[in-house]
């Protein structure tokens, strides 16, 4: 089966997986929720920064989270977990920097309706393109994003994953989402 969808790009082959290109403009988001299965899962892929929008009031990012269930994209799980790939000018993070671009990760946890983030780390140069997995038992989640590992006690069930992309082009290849234990 192949869906392709111009703009933002979401296509999927059985071996391959899910080719999602995310690109929006400076200060506006795009979202994409994809079922899982029900019990545990996990999800596997790549996500690289392409291009950065004009930095404004916001900050070019992708967040990729396993959430309880959504009655609409934007609204906030109740329950889940996930991280958040940003990527800035250099130059806003050290000024004496040259012309690139810089990328970090932080974790981030859904609990009762409210978000926590982690601090940043894994600083790199951006448009490195990152390996992540998520395992969820049916209680907790185990991710690994770019060789850095954490795992959260969810303590609800899960039903979606959601992609959000803002202020830049981001680019998640080889997605799969198969049931535990596959």
């Known amino acids: 089966m192949l869906l392709v969808l111009l703009g933002n790009t979401a296509s999927q082959t ?5 080719i999602y290109d995310c690109d929006t403009a400076s200060g506006h988001f795009s979202s ?8 545990g899962f996990n999800i596997q892929g790549k996500v690289q920064v392409r291009t950065l ?15 309880s269930r ?18 800035l000018p250099a130059k806003m993070v050290d000024k004496r920097a ?8 932080q974790w981030e946890e859904h609990k009762a309706g409210s978000r926590t983030e982690s601090e940043p780390f894994g600083l790199q140069p951006a448009m ?9 038992d049916g209680n907790a989640i185990a991710m690994s994003v770019g060789g850095d590992q954490t795992s959260m006690i969810i ?10 992309c803002s202020t830049g082009e981001f680019l998640y290849t080889d997605l799969k989402i198969t049931p535990a234990g596959q």
């Open 128 to 136: 490195q393109e990152l390996a992540f997995t998520m395992r969820y």
């Open 14 to 18: 059985a071996d391959q997986g899910i």
């Open 98 to 105: 040259g012309k690139g671009a810089v990328q970090f990760l």
């Open 53 to 67: 929008a004009e930095v404004g009031k916001w900050a070019p990012l992708t967040r990729l989270t396993a959430v």
């Open 155 to 164: 303590g609800q069930p899960l039903s979606a994953i959601r992609i959000i």
């Open 70 to 87: 959504l009655a609409d994209a934007s609204d906030s799980p109740t329950a889940g977990a996930g991280f958040m790939l940003q990527a």
């Open 32 to 39: 994409l929720v994809l079922p899982v299965p029900s019990g």
